[in-house]
């Protein structure tokens, strides 16, 4: 299972020795006879389904593979592959040049590729961190489970947006019970007031919001559940929505977290999203995109606009179920402009280190090819596009809250 990644970067001093390659692979040491050049081999299927790294006692100059993110901080990470080696990485290392903060597109608990070189204490560094995606994450993930966020790193209570996927899966139904109670789609911002402070589950209470800023910020965030009118009365949101958003979110969770903006949108329109779910949401780049920055509680789209993770593990939470018992007619077809989902026009940079993805015209395209322009520079299926809509800010602005 080789991994050609050279045509996506900038060219390297020396090639890396890389833990998918098959067969065997010679490293030449100047001043020994050919003879006690050293071997080493690695069995692509193999590092795939362990995670590990097989080294020798002399080592290769320059490394890459993967591993999970171990530690975390806005500067610099850690990742741990599964031998237990541990690689070092700052965030001029990182595949996003214009990001400031790793940690607000990054968690503990994601799977990393990496490109490293050996420093000055013969230990590896990394040169290079990236999500995988594409056909390697297809493998590396094959029936992979989604990777639980919170168990390698839970939300501290006292953040400003605590969060618990046990509590969240009490929430929920709770919140729904307002809408089911007054037989309406649409409700006032005081009756969850209301409802909230009678709540005899503290804990519950406390989760939600102990005042009436914090119970709105909580309903504003949770946008596949709810929408906010220009009335100021919250909505039930589509059931389309909430399923569309539900399972991109399962695929990157199933994905090791993050993958390239490509990978994701190959799987929104691919076989295993119901035909129904885009036939409300639309299904071009400019609509899919849309989708994703509209929810940045549950997503974060990298700043050049090349990579997107996921924030959180979701409670599977049967809300069609509910909408089908209690509003069957909620879930019709309207136009898009009446989803909130009308052409926004979305910016992005270019990176150096971009995937390589296919320009589509009118047919689907594969992650890797390429598509290059004068100068022979790689471009993303993401250029060429305007600047990120009003709204778009304001989803971003509300998230920071």
Not at 64 to 79: E, F, R
Not at 177 to 193: E, G, K, N
Not at 375 to 393: A, E, K
Request: glycine share 6%; net charge neutral.
């Amino acid at each position: 299972m080789a991994y050609e990644i050279g045509g996506m970067f900038a060219q390297q001093p020396h090639h890396p020795h890389s833990i998918w390659s098959s067969g065997t692979v010679q490293l030449t040491i100047p001043g020994l006879i050919p003879t006690m050049n050293t071997l080493m081999s690695a069995n692509a299927s193999y590092v795939a389904n362990h995670h590990q790294l097989d080294l020798h006692t002399s080592k290769a100059e320059s490394i890459q593979g993967y591993g999970q993110l171990t530690w975390l901080s806005g500067k610099a990470g850690l990742i741990t592959c599964k031998n237990k080696m541990v690689i070092s990485f700052q965030i001029k290392d990182f595949c996003d040049q214009m990001l400031t903060d790793l940690t607000s597109v990054l968690r503990v608990g994601f799977t990393l590729s990496f490109q490293a070189s050996l420093n000055e204490t013969n230990e590896y560094t990394a040169t290079l961190v990236y999500p995988l995606y594409g056909q390697v994450a297809e493998q590396v993930f094959l029936n992979a489970p989604e990777v639980d966020l919170e168990k390698a790193c839970p939300t501290p209570p006292s953040s400003k947006d605590a969060y618990s996927p046990v509590i969240e899966a009490r929430a929920v139904p709770t919140l729904l019970a307002i809408f089911q109670r007054h037989a309406l789609t649409q409700i006032q911002l005081s009756s969850l007031h209301s409802q909230m402070s009678n709540c005899a589950d503290d804990e519950l209470f406390r989760y939600v919001g102990t005042s009436s800023l914090k119970r709105r910020q909580f309903v504003e965030r949770r946008t596949h559940l709810f929408r906010l009118t220009p009335e100021d009365n919250i909505a039930l949101q589509s059931p389309a929505v909430y399923l569309c958003v539900l399972r991109l979110a399962s695929y990157l969770l199933r994905r090791g977290g993050a993958t390239a903006i490509q990978s994701l949108y190959d799987y929104f329109i691919g076989p295993d999203m119901a035909p129904e779910i885009r036939d409300q949401i639309g299904e071009s780049r400019q609509e899919f995109l849309n989708l994703v920055v509209s929810h940045p509680w549950i997503f974060a789209l990298f700043p050049n606009r090349t990579y997107v993770s996921v924030r959180r593990n979701l409670p599977h939470y049967d809300y069609p179920g509910f909408i089908k018992q209690h509003f069957p007619d909620l879930d019709v077809l309207r136009p898009s402009s009446a989803r909130g989902y009308g052409p926004r026009p979305i910016a992005r940079s270019m990176s150096a280190h971009q995937p390589l993805v296919q320009a589509l015209s009118n047919n689907r395209s594969a992650v890797g090819g390429s598509l290059v322009q004068a100068g022979s520079r790689p471009v993303s299926l993401w250029d060429n596009r305007n600047s990120i809509s009003q709204v778009s800010r304001l989803l971003l602005f509300c998230y920071c809250l």
